[in-house]
């Protein structure tokens, strides 16, 4: 199966692509989604596609539903990361005096949102746990009676360590405290499951794991928090019967479509909906141990030329992140070599992250393997 699914990505006739937690490559599928749509458009005009893009937002919903195990009505698309945490952040009933939780170290999309607060009282606290294991530890023991909302990613996105939001949303429920998870890496590659977790909000991007655009992403809310969110940005398709264009009724949508609040970029839902019906077709739980598979080969080779590997040595602990570094090894510059060889990875913290997909194999790690120098 692995070799057909090879051949859907040109990207490996011209180099050995292997950054996926940033931006994914797109598949001929999206290729052919995207120009089907667009002479479409070209031979009949606007009006012929409107059922289609009913069709294309409904059908993402769908399977991202399945994704996360959650009724469609509680995602909404958005266009990035920190637009879904924007939401939580600016529509979250705050008194002066509350705090945000969070981590040292965070992606950005998950420190701006909820610093912004400061304007507002509220204050954005950032834990410095001093490894991955102790993460857990470090988040329950800093909550206390300030603390309204703890905000972390699923998956770190320098050391691909997968954060256990099952443990912690449970202790965030018997706290009174609500729980909000960037998933940008962890989103097409990780399960995720956020009402069983007790996570009443999660944000992530489309272009990474889940293989679609930049500039689009996901978000979800659970019904309880959805009902406690102020909106902030309103427009025509935050009501419902909002084709009713001069019956101006302000009754936002029951579900999170009231999120979406005007026009979307429906060439960019055609583009994530080409993407993740061929994960979907694979199956995530396929699609996952693949990816781990190939992460486990390149460890191995990594170890044994003396390198240093980030993360857990923990299966349930790891993620489609691989990290290496080495004391003499400027990470920076190696990337940059690498990517003059046309291997494509990225530096992060120190580090050189690796990320492979499902078109990648293990000769893509044996040449990497090749190139990266011994200790």
Known sequence: MWDEVRKLFPVNEHCTYLNNAG???????????????????????????????????????????????????CIALTHNTSEGMSIVAQGFQWKEGDCVLGLDREYPSNVYPWWNLEKKGVRHLRLKPAHSGETLAVLKEGIDDSVRMVAVSAVDWCSGYVLDLSDL??????????????????????????????????????????????????????????????????????????????????????????????????????????AIRLLHEIGLENVRKRIL??????????????????????????????????????????????????IFVAARDGAIRVSPHIYNNEEDMDRLLASVPSA
């Open 23 to 73: 931006v994914s490559p797109p598949s001929t599928r999206v290729l052919e989604a995207l120009e089907s749509y667009h002479r479409d458009h070209a031979l009949y005009g606007v009006h012929k596609l409107l059922p289609r893009f009913v069709e294309t937002g409904t059908r993402i919903k769908e399977i991202l539903g399945e994704f996360l195990q959650c009724s469609p009505s």
């Open 293 to 342: 598979s190939l992460n486990a080969y390149l460890r191995d080779g990594l170890r044994n030329k003396g390198l240093h590997i980030r993360g857990s040595v923990e299966e349930q602990e790891q993620s489609g992140i691989l990290s290496f570094w080495r004391e003499d090894l400027d990470a920076s510059k190696e990337a940059h070599r690498l990517g003059c060889e046309d």
């Open 169 to 274: 949303g449970e202790f965030c429920r018997r706290q009174g405290v609500t729980l909000v998870v960037d998933v940008a890496q962890a989103l097409g590659v990780i399960p995720l499951n956020p009402e069983a977790s007790g996570v009443a909000a999660m944000a992530g991007s489309g272009w990474k794991w889940l293989m679609g655009p930049i500039g689009i992403g996901v978000f979800y809310c659970h019904p309880g928090l959805m009902e406690q969110l102020e909106l902030v940005y309103v427009g025509t398709d935050t009501v419902v019967d909002s084709h009713n264009y001069l019956d101006y009724r302000f009754e936002p949508k029951p579900d999170a479509s009231r999120f979406e609040f005007s026009t979307p970029n429906v060439n960019d839902w055609v583009y994530l909906l080409a």
